[in-house]
């Protein structure tokens, strides 16, 4: 485990959409989403979902069946970056 000195400012979670998961059972860093819309993209699928207030765009492989509108998705903490002022801390 990794911890770090933040000051009073604000901080910023970043993940590349394509280490989201979209996952069946709720676990360590996992988020309930709705899913706003879905992009075919070719090889590849790009759901846009709400988490919150937060949007959020998850790249999946283009034969993954989404049919429902709540899904469940795990942002594995060693894909995460943190950034502070707009720098990776």
């Known amino acids: 485990m990794i911890y770090l000195k933040i000051e009073d400012t604000a901080v910023q ?6 280490f989201i998961q979209v996952v069946s059972e709720k676990s ?11 992009d075919d993209c070719g090889n590849f699928k790009l759901i846009s979902a709400q988490c919150d207030k937060f949007e959020v765009k998850v790249k999946v ?8 509108e709540n899904l469940l998705l795990k942002f594995p903490a060693e894909k995460c970056c943190t950034y502070q002022l707009e720098k990776l801390v």
């Open 13 to 18: 979670m970043g993940i590349r959409s394509e």
């Open 28 to 38: 360590d860093n996992t988020i309930p989403a709705v899913v706003k819309m879905i």
């Open 61 to 68: 492989n283009r034969q993954m069946s989404i049919r429902q």
